[in-house]
């Protein structure tokens, strides 16, 4: 899984290490750029690239979660692309942020990931110097 740039913490969903088969295409062309889920949140999805994309793109995306026979569709924007040039990219990426769910989808996919566990970061955290220098000063 690729590293964590947001703490979990500082998260407004936890985003879940759940594999799913998903159908990814552009709004301006219905270019197929995406089949791969690598973990998702009832706010997004990260998605393995089949082709280049652009931040900001909007895009059309429906998944099947394992075991469900239940479909979501939404629309979202391409939030940011991962190109997997650092050792702990597992490639081409991109994340998506889905356009506001109706919230009976997103009550049903946020209890259909209750349980599931989070993925394991690549990446050491960030650290907080403000922190750091208010720790210093306390001493």
């Known amino acids: 899984m690729l ?3 947001v703490p979990a913490h500082q998260r407004r969903a936890v985003r879940r290490a759940i ?3 998903c159908r990814v295409v552009r ?3 219905s ?3 995406g089949s791969s889920g690598l973990d998702l949140s009832p706010l997004g999805m990260l998605v393995m690239g ?3 994309t652009l931040t900001g793109e909007p895009v059309l995306v429906s998944f099947r979660l394992p075991r469900s026979t239940t479909w979501f569709g939404a629309s979202a924007t391409i939030a940011r ?4 040039r650092r050792p702990s990219d597992t490639g081409r990426c991109f994340a998506l942020e889905f356009d506001p769910l109706e919230g009976d989808m997103q009550r049903r996919l946020r209890a ?3 349980g599931v ?3 394991l970061p690549n990446r050491e955290p960030r650290i907080d110097y403000a922190a750091s220098i208010h720790l210093a000063a306390l001493s």
Request: positive net charge; aromatic residues 4%; charged residues 30%.
């Open 117 to 119: 566990p989070p993925p």
């Open 3 to 5: 590293g964590t740039l």
């Open 112 to 114: 259909m990931l209750r």
């Open 27 to 29: 709004e301006r062309d």
């Open 50 to 52: 089949h082709r280049a």
């Open 81 to 84: 692309v991962i190109h997997g």
């Open 31 to 33: 270019r197929f750029i």
């Open 19 to 21: 594999r799913v088969q």
